[in-house]
T-cell receptor, first 114, second 111 residues
Framework: GAVVSQHPSRVICKSGTSVKIECRSL??????MFWYRQFPKQSLMLMAT?????????EQGVEKDKFLINHASLTLSTLTVTSAHPEDSSFYIC??????????FGQGTRLTVV | DAKTTQPTSMDCAEGRAANLPCNHS???????VYWYRQIHSQGPQYIIH???NNETNEMASLIITEDRKSSTLILPHATLRDTAVYYC????????????FGAGTTVTVRA
C-alpha cells in the first residue's frame, strides 16, 4: 500500500526556536497534502491544506505566519513551526491525497517545546 | 463539525467479532463512509470505505444501511492489537481528502 513518511517522529526544541517537519509520499505523487494537530486525549484537528506549487490554505484560527507550509514538489510538504512556545507542543500528523483512492497518513511527529 | 455520531467507547473480547456503529443521518448522495483507526501515538490507519454497497477487505467489513443513514464496521476476530480509537468519517472523497475527525470510538479488546 501507499506509504507516507514523516520526519522526525519526535523532536524537543527550546522555546523561541523553529522546527521543521517533513512529510513525504514515498510511492505516489500527491498534489494535495493535509496537516493536522492533535492534543492529548483529543481528536485530530485540520490545520491546513498544502497544495503543490501554490499557497497553503489554512483553517480558521490557525496562524499562517506561525505555521509555515511549503509544498515544493509532488512528494514533499514541510511544516515549520516558527518561534515555538510550550503551547505548540502537540502531535502533528500529515496526510497525502492519492487521486482516486483514500487518504494516507504519516506516523506523526511528537513536538515538545521546553 | 463532524457529520457522524459514534459511541464514546466499547469493550470487546479477544477472538470475538467487534461491531462498531456509526450514525450519519445527514449524509449526502455523493459522500462516502470512511473508517480509520488510530493506535496510540500513531497516525490514523485506513480501514475501509464504501458508498452504498457493503464492503469487505482483509481487515474488516462495512455494512451500510439501505437509507445510508448509518453503518457498522465489523472486525471479524478482534485481537489485542485492534485496541484503538476508531473514526467514522463521511466525505465526498473527490480529489479532496480533507477529513473531519470526530471523537471516534475507543475500542478496548480484552483477553
Amino acid at each position: 500500500g501507499a506509504v507516507v513518511s514523516q520526519h522526525p517522529s519526535r523532536v524537543i526544541c527550546k522555546s523561541g526556536t523553529s522546527v521543521k517537519i517533513e512529510c513525504r509520499s514515498l510511492d505516489f505523487q500527491a498534489t494535495t497534502m493535509f496537516w493536522y494537530r492533535q492534543f492529548p486525549k483529543q481528536s485530530l484537528m485540520l490545520m491546513a491544506t498544502s497544495n503543490e506549487g501554490s499557497k497553503a490554505t489554512y483553517e480558521q484560527g490557525v496562524e499562517k505566519d506561525k505555521f509555515l507550509i511549503n509544498h515544493a514538489s509532488l512528494t514533499l510538504s514541510t511544516l515549520t513551526v516558527t518561534s515555538a512556545h510550550p503551547e505548540d507542543s502537540s502531535f502533528y500528523i500529515c496526510s497525502a491525497d492519492r487521486s482516486g483512492s483514500e487518504a494516507f497518513f504519516g506516523q506523526g511527529t511528537r513536538l515538545t517545546v521546553v | 463539525d463532524a457529520k457522524t455520531t459514534q459511541p464514546t467507547s466499547m469493550d470487546c473480547a479477544e477472538g470475538r467479532a467487534a461491531n462498531l456503529p456509526c450514525n450519519h443521518s445527514t449524509i449526502s448522495g455523493n459522500e462516502y463512509v470512511y473508517w480509520y483507526r488510530q493506535i496510540h501515538s500513531q497516525g490514523p490507519q485506513y480501514i475501509i470505505h464504501g458508498l452504498k454497497n457493503n464492503e469487505t477487505n482483509e481487515m474488516a467489513s462495512l455494512i451500510i444501511t439501505e437509507d445510508r443513514k448509518s453503518s457498522t464496521l465489523i472486525l471479524p476476530h478482534a485481537t489485542l492489537r485492534d485496541t484503538a480509537v476508531y473514526y467514522c468519517i463521511v466525505s465526498d472523497g473527490v480529489g479532496d481528502y480533507k477529513l473531519s475527525f470526530g471523537a471516534g470510538t475507543t475500542v478496548t479488546v480484552r483477553a
